[in-house]
């Protein structure tokens, strides 16, 4: 069974957190989290540093773009040359195209049908593949396979954890 972490366990997990904490060194004004121990060759080195600007484009230098089939660039500016409409590309053109599953390809979906009291009272006949129904005494959802009724999932209970079990998780 799944546990989560209410409002009190919450505050009570936050209070062990501040006694695991306590002892940490707090920081103070004008200094930071480790003592200053450059050379004076590595201050000139880091004082000297710019920020990097990448070189336009050009055919000698790539600028960092890294030039394709169907891409050009002429005085620094990157265009596509693959021609049509830059919004449409013919899907049969496009490369590494995703799995994807087209509409045409889907033959069933689940359809949610209604509650049952029980299992014995799914219904035998008039079923479609993807008809789903819920039982009410397990809370358990059954879908039509075409021959039989497959367990799709039930409801469940989650309870709170308890501050003894955040003792045994803070003392480990």
Known sequence: MRKYLDSEGLLYLWGKLAGKLGGKVDKETGKGLSSNDFTADEKIKLSNLTNYNLPAATPETLGGVKVGTGLAINQGVL?????GKA???????????PDLALKSDLSHVYRYRGSVTNFASLPAE??????VWNVETTGMNYAWTGQDWDALGQFFEIQAITNAEIDTIAEA
Do not use: P, Q, Y
């Not at 265009?79 to 021609?83: E, L, N, Q, V």
């Not at 008039?126 to 008809?131: M, T």
């Open 79 to 83: 265009s596509a040359t693959g021609g």
């Open 87 to 97: 919004d449409s590309v013919e899907w049969d053109h496009v490369e590494n195209k």
């Open 126 to 131: 008039d079923n479609e593949i993807g008809d």
